[in-house]
């Protein structure tokens, strides 16, 4: 058990101080216990928005982050049973990009549909723009060493909503890990104002961790304006520069290049959409504030 030294908790950073995953300097105290005196820089972070009591601005809007460190973030949506949320995805992989995070895309559950096909209907929009998609099925087995190589000797956080078989396929990387990784979630999500935490757990024969928490199921994307927000779209960023207008928003000026290309299927309407969702959103936040 270690504290947080006073002098780290007067740096009152929009940010959080200590989280699972960071290099730290430890004193050890008589009784045991250690002190936290010191956080080395972040290599990398997976955070989000935390919203002040008075609820969600730009300006009151604190940093918190969820997984220091991590080499890569693991999004896992199943192809049925739920059905799987790509609006949810898009906003997950936003997130990614501004944390310039690795990411890799999931697809579990395959066996539920007739051939691997359908599975790559629906998410190979996201191979065409570069993300890597691991088709997974723990009851098969398709998919299983593919992932299993890209976890070894890795920091990686696995995000996935509830019911995507996340508990399976964690039991099929390393046995019994996904039960200790939802006992984990159970014992922290209990109860309105608990402290959720976030633990890394060890691949035994991999090398490297997973780590998970409650909390990532809903990402608000934290520091970001509307402006902004193109540059996080694979498909979208290099089309910007192209529009004639440079505070272009890609709703309805003339000459856009980004709505060209969704004209011409170079990018597709449904991420279009999420961009559009996502910047209307932070509009509206941007504007609260005046």
Known sequence: MSRI???LKQKRLPTTLVTVGDNVTISLNEDGTGTIEAVAERRSKLSRARPSPEGRSLSS???HVLVANPDQVIFVFSVRKPEPNLRKLDRFLV???RNELPAIICVTKVDLVPDISVARELFGLYEKIGYPVVYTSVVTGDGLDDLKARLKGKISVFAGSSGVGKTSLLNAIQPGLGLRVREVSRATG????TT???ELFRLDELGGYVADTPGIRGLALYGLEPEELDGYFREIAPLVSECQF???SHRHEPNCAVRRAVAEGRVS???YE???RLREEHEMLQESEY
């Open 196 to 198: 959720r935490h976030t």
């Open 274 to 276: 999420s961009y559009l």
């Open 61 to 63: 809007d604190r940093e």
């Open 190 to 193: 209990k109860g309105m104002h």
């Open 5 to 7: 030294a006073g002098k």
């Open 95 to 97: 997130v990614a990009e």
């Open 269 to 271: 309407q449904e991420r």
């Open 246 to 248: 440079s505070d272009c």
